[in-house]
């Protein structure tokens, strides 16, 4: 059973910074495409970014150039680091892993195996 557990969440001011933490149970933690997802009130759960094994990288646009994706396969971590925040970021952020996934399934939520829990994110202005 894989366990994913996400921290680092908050309240942040507009334009702020925050970094997310995702720590995942078992050993096979580089084998694991890595994802983050948010979803804000009313909508539904939104791709932000991926990383793959190979640390190639993945984001949504509106995240391109503002938000980070890395892993530390060595603390079987994943983070999200998220700059120049705006009040649209505000939502709940989830990590995601798959074993086994397409290209073209990366940014869907569909195609994910585990999921965590998910972490607040509020950008006040």
């Known amino acids: 059973q894989v366990q994913l557990v996400e921290s680092g969440g908050g309240l942040v001011q507009v334009g702020g910074s925050l970094r997310l933490s995702c720590a995942v149970s078992g050993r096979t933690f580089s084998r694991y495409r890595m994802g983050w997802f948010q979803q804000a009130p009313g909508k539904e759960r939104e791709f932000v970014a991926a990383i793959t094994r190979s640390d190639s990288t993945l984001y949504a646009d509106s995240v391109k150039g503002r938000f980070t994706i890395s892993r530390d396969n060595a603390k079987n971590t994943v983070y999200l680091q998220m700059n120049s925040l705006k009040p649209e970021d505000t939502a709940v952020y989830s990590c995601?892993?798959?074993?086994?996934?397409?290209?073209?399934?990366?940014?869907?939520?569909?195609?994910?195996?585990?999921w965590g829990q998910g972490t607040q994110v509020t950008v006040s202005s």
């Open positions: 995601a892993a798959s074993g086994s996934l397409a290209s073209t399934q990366i940014a869907s939520r569909w195609f994910w195996d585990y």
